[in-house]
């Protein structure tokens, strides 16, 4: 044999074949751009006495081979079991960045500015590349333990034996890269307990608006870097203009379609920046009423457009009477700050008591398609809009004091209409109408310390509120135009309904219940009371001819 011949049995002909095999590895796994740099474990040598520098870590068999084979006695565990992986992984700084959300079923990815609900795979991707590395990173090591073996003269059995982790950290890693292997760490890593993670854990914060450009502190109006710490998962479409921006465009639109009303404008501000807060103590929902052509289609869209996440469209039929609607309508809600009700179509009736639920601040009932009901805390301000007033079968104080009217008077010719003006608003003043809300907010939670309402509703809206209640007041008009309050008489349950009836049907109204109507009087403050054997209420009679005289002389 040559001198410099090497024997295929001797280590450096082993390892310089295994470096080989290894090599092709990384290349048809593409893992080789996954490659990072780690400390040089082998320095340069002197001719006498090799100088090695110890590997800080170093695998012995048990890091290596399958978890199987590992001594039960010593309890270790291999790097590449899918437990190991998923804790390394956790480690490598993803339950920093990463949160799953189990009611979600989905990854939130912090991506600099806001928690971002991982709808594209991208947490998969990102473990798939991870994985990549931590292959590589194993297998290296394990060649570098071997590689040291033979520059150290360990003796050849110790040379075989981290051979064999080699080809053991070869065959692992192979397998790690397999679906089922990416999958099985994936799916483990949802339980890292940094990582886990609630569905009210994020957005909790009512006074923090996410925006392109950072956090917005909605008490003070100061723009900041978003944190983690924030756990904010949505975003207005635009970041806010500087504190004192004007939406010049946007505030000629609002003094055209109000009729340069400062007062009015002034509520809207603050209704729209309320909105942005996500508080509900205020328990109002503001119905946009006028006929078409008056602007308050092109507002409600132009807000609607910058909020971007935080806003949301909801069927009319939720909250309408004798339409079903499906608790998905409901569900779609949770979250959002801003809601916007479809257009209410003509001959309509509202649905009281749905309205009051969603503006009462109480816990609601939803759930999405095919999965079980949740509960969730309302965070949404409601915008209703139409060019008909839908009716009432009720209206008791709950719903007078949550509702309010707003007329928008203005109609606009064919030839006033601009049909690009929203998209030049949004174009063109977006920062500075989203600025022009967030100054609202502040406006609105400064008046709100006091524990009194923020919103200083006008008495123009106010008056115009309580018109309309007076006239969908049908217990209240049945009452003036066929009853006398009276504290000391008496009317039975069956006279009351005979006498609602007749009334009712000559001015064509809906069929309403005696035990609906007795309800309603009630509600009124009328006391239930018996004369003989007959039920009634005490303090209502019925108008008489002589009454009526009485009243016209």
């Not at 044999?1 to 295994?18: C, G, I, Q, T, Y």
């Not at 590395?133 to 073996?149: F, G, K």
């Not at 909790?204 to 450009?213: I, S």
């Not at 601040?361 to 839908?390: C, E, K, S, V, W």
């Amino acid at each position: 044999m040559h001198k410099n011949a090497v024997s295929r049995r001797h280590p450096r002909f082993l390892l310089h074949n295994e470096s080989q095999k290894m090599t092709k590895i990384i290349r048809d796994s593409s893992i080789l751009d996954e490659l990072e740099a780690f400390d040089a474990t082998l320095q340069h040598y002197d001719d006498e006495k090799p100088v090695v520098r110890p590997v800080p870590t170093l695998v012995t068999p048990y890091d290596i081979i399958d978890q199987e084979d590992a001594d039960e006695e010593s309890g270790a565990l291999s790097p590449f079991s899918q437990d190991a992986l998923a804790c390394a992984l956790g480690r490598s700084g993803w339950d920093t960045n990463a949160k799953y959300v189990d009611e979600w079923g989905r990854w939130c990815q912090w991506n600099g500015s806001h928690w971002e609900v991982d709808k594209k795979m991208v947490s998969f991707t990102l473990i798939r590349k991870f994985l990549r590395a931590e292959v590589v990173r194993l297998v290296t090591e394990a060649q570098v333990s071997r590689d040291m073996a033979v520059v150290s003269g360990l003796g050849e059995d110790e040379i075989k034996s981290r051979e064999k982790l080699v080809t053991a950290a070869i065959r692992n890693g192979k397998d790690t890269l397999q679906k089922n292997g990416i999958a099985a760490v994936e799916s483990l890593s949802r339980s890292n307990v940094a990582s886990a993670a609630l569905v009210e854990d994020f957005d909790g914060d009512l006074m923090l608006l996410g925006t392109p450009g950072g956090t917005v502190d909605l008490k003070t109006g100061i723009l900041r870097p978003g944190e983690r710490e924030d756990m904010i998962t949505k975003m207005t479409r635009v970041t806010p203009a500087g504190p004192g921006a004007k939406p010049e465009k946007f505030l000629k639109f609002l003094h055209t379609i109000l009729d340069g009303d400062e007062e009015v404008i002034g509520f809207i501000k603050r209704y729209f920046g309320y909105a942005l807060t996500g508080s509900v103590e205020e328990h109002k929902v503001a119905f946009f009423y006028g006929e078409g052509r008056n602007g308050k289609g092109v507002l409600m869209n132009t807000v609607y457009e910058l909020l971007g996440d935080y806003a949301r469209r909801s069927p009319v039929e939720t909250f309408l009477k004798k339409v079903s609607s499906h608790p998905t309508d409901i569900a779609g809600l949770a979250g959002a700050r801003f809601v916007v009700g479809s257009e209410v179509p003509a001959g309509t009736t509202w649905n009281e008591a749905q309205i009051k639920d969603m503006t009462g601040g109480d816990i609601l009932t939803a759930r999405l398609m095919r999965q079980d009901y949740f509960d969730f805390m309302p965070q949404f301000t409601l915008f209703l809009h139409g060019n008909d007033q839908p009716a009432f079968r009720s209206v008791g104080t709950s719903i007078r004091e949550r509702m309010v009217l707003v007329p928008f008077s203005r109609t606009f010719t064919e030839d006033e209409r601009n049909t690009k003006l929203q998209r030049e608003m949004i174009d063109e003043e977006g920062p500075e109408i989203l600025r022009w809300m967030i100054e609202g907010a502040v406006e609105w939670a400064r008046r709100a310390e006091d524990g009194k309402s923020g919103l200083g509703v006008p008495d123009i809206l106010k008056k115009a509120s309580k018109e309309y209640f007076d006239r969908e007041d049908e217990i209240g008009e049945f009452i003036n135009d066929e009853m006398i309050l009276d504290a000391s008489e008496f009317i039975s349950g069956s006279d009351i309904f005979a006498k609602f009836q007749s009334w009712n049907d000559q001015r064509g109204g809906e069929r309403r219940s005696q035990r609906e109507i007795m309800k309603e009087l009630r509600k009124r403050g009328l006391k239930d009371a018996r004369s003989g054997t007959e039920r009634g209420l005490k303090g209502l009679r019925a108008i008489t001819g002589q009454d009526r005289a009485d009243m016209v002389g």
